[in-house]
């Protein structure tokens, strides 16, 4: 019950992150580019209070630190811009979507031969991605904001898989978020940037509590659950977002909306709970 419950917790910090953003920049209270830079930020400072506890040094000087800061910038802009037009619901739902795909098809390039039900997962979860990013009658997806997201998931997808060979995530995790932060700041300073009070306050709660507590709590339950389990747990991730954003927010839940959650995240269940092929397989 503790596991489950903490399991939960996690995933809700997780969701949080996109109504945060979007309560945030979409009210005009904050910047896009001010809450990616404060989040990040507060991100360093919790997670290096969090390594000081443990005693963990801070290992930044590794290669890997490389693509991690890159991708992690990536993923922090694209996130924080995107929700200057886009639902927070919708933009958690492309975020996974873009993420899972990308490191379904990363796996199948390195070697990692799918099978039929894995394809047949993946492509049900490509085609309501599809459905959700298509113009048209009854889309209320933002051409610009859906490709920041789809960014942003390439980005997560690629600091994903960069951090697979790491042997301790969370101080990798620090280090990748202090050396992403020159990165964003390169990119994202500029003349029009502003930040109220409320919009600092989201986007310190958004990268102190949501981002880094919700990081660390995230690598203590991990190794407590089965590969398939944490993979299927994380689809909870975009329904608890589409919901807070409709309760909290005021969002529109459209069926088309509904339609394409369904084939996304019922595609991805499908194909990461799919028994996994002998080595002997030919």
Same mark, same amino acid.
């Not at 910047?31 to 990616?36: K, Q, R, T």
């Not at 990308?102 to 085609?127: D, E, L, N």
């Not at 088309?256 to 194909?271: K, P, S, Y």
């Given at each position: 019950?503790?596991?489950?419950?903490?399991?939960?917790?996690?995933?809700?910090?997780?969701?949080?992150?996109?109504?945060?953003?979007?309560?945030?920049?979409?009210?005009?209270?904050?910047?896009?580019?001010?809450?990616?830079?404060?989040?990040?930020?507060?991100?360093?400072?919790?997670?290096?209070?969090?390594?000081?506890?443990?005693?963990?040094?801070?290992?930044?000087?590794?290669?890997?630190?490389?693509?991690?800061?890159?991708? +992690?910038? $990536?993923?922090? /802009?694209? =996130?924080? !811009?995107?929700?200057? %037009? @886009?639902?927070?619901? #919708?933009?958690?739902?492309?975020?996974?979507?873009?993420?899972?795909?990308?490191?379904?098809?990363?796996?199948?390039?390195?070697?990692?031969?799918?099978?039929?039900?894995?394809?047949?997962?993946?492509?049900?979860?490509?085609?309501?991605?599809?459905?959700?990013?298509?113009?048209?009658?009854?889309?209320?997806?933002?051409?610009?904001?859906?490709?920041?997201?789809?960014?942003?998931?390439?980005?997560?997808?690629?600091?994903?898989?960069?951090?697979?060979?790491?042997?301790?995530? +969370?101080? $990798?995790?620090? /280090?990748? =978020?202090? !050396?992403?932060?020159? %990165? @964003?700041?390169?990119? #994202?300073?500029?003349?029009?940037?502003?930040?109220?009070?409320?919009?600092?306050?989201?986007?310190?709660?958004?990268?102190?509590?949501?981002?880094?507590?919700?990081?660390?709590?995230?690598?203590?339950?991990?190794?407590?659950?089965?590969?398939?389990?944490?993979?299927?747990?994380?689809?909870?991730?975009?329904?608890?977002?589409?919901?807070?954003?409709?309760?909290?927010?005021?969002?529109?839940?459209?069926?088309?909306?509904?339609?394409?959650?369904?084939?996304?995240?019922?595609?991805?269940?499908?194909?990461?709970?799919?028994?996994?092929?002998?080595?002997?397989?030919?």
């Amino acid at each position: 019950m503790k596991l489950a419950l903490l399991t939960a917790l996690t995933m809700t910090a997780f969701a949080a992150n996109s109504v945060l953003n979007r309560a945030a920049v979409g009210s005009g209270s904050i910047d896009a580019a001010s809450f990616a830079l404060i989040r990040v930020i507060a991100g360093i400072v919790i997670l290096c209070m969090v390594l000081s506890v443990r005693g963990t040094p801070l290992p930044l000087f590794r290669r890997a630190r490389v693509l991690g800061a890159v991708s +992690l910038a $990536a993923y922090m /802009a694209g =996130f924080s !811009l995107s929700y200057v %037009v @886009l639902d927070a619901g #919708l933009g958690a739902l492309i975020l996974f979507g873009v993420v899972q795909i990308t490191m379904f098809g990363w796996g199948a390039f390195r070697g990692t031969a799918p099978t039929a039900r894995q394809m047949a997962g993946a492509g049900v979860a490509f085609a309501g991605l599809l459905l959700v990013l298509w113009p048209g009658p009854g889309s209320r997806t933002d051409p610009a904001g859906a490709m920041m997201m789809v960014i942003a998931g390439l980005g997560w997808a690629a600091y994903t898989i960069s951090g697979k060979a790491e042997s301790d995530p +969370l101080p $990798a995790t620090a /280090a990748n =978020f202090l !050396l992403c932060l020159p %990165v @964003l700041a390169l990119f #994202l300073i500029g003349p029009d940037m502003h930040a109220g009070p409320v919009g600092i306050g989201l986007a310190v709660l958004s990268g102190a509590v949501t981002s880094g507590l919700g990081y660390a709590l995230w690598y203590a339950v991990l190794p407590r659950l089965a590969q398939a389990t944490a993979a299927v747990v994380q689809l909870s991730v975009p329904i608890i977002a589409i919901v807070a954003g409709a309760a909290i927010l005021g969002e529109a839940v459209s069926a088309l909306m509904v339609v394409a959650a369904a084939l996304v995240l019922g595609g991805i269940a499908w194909a990461v709970t799919a028994p996994k092929v002998p080595a002997n397989h030919s």
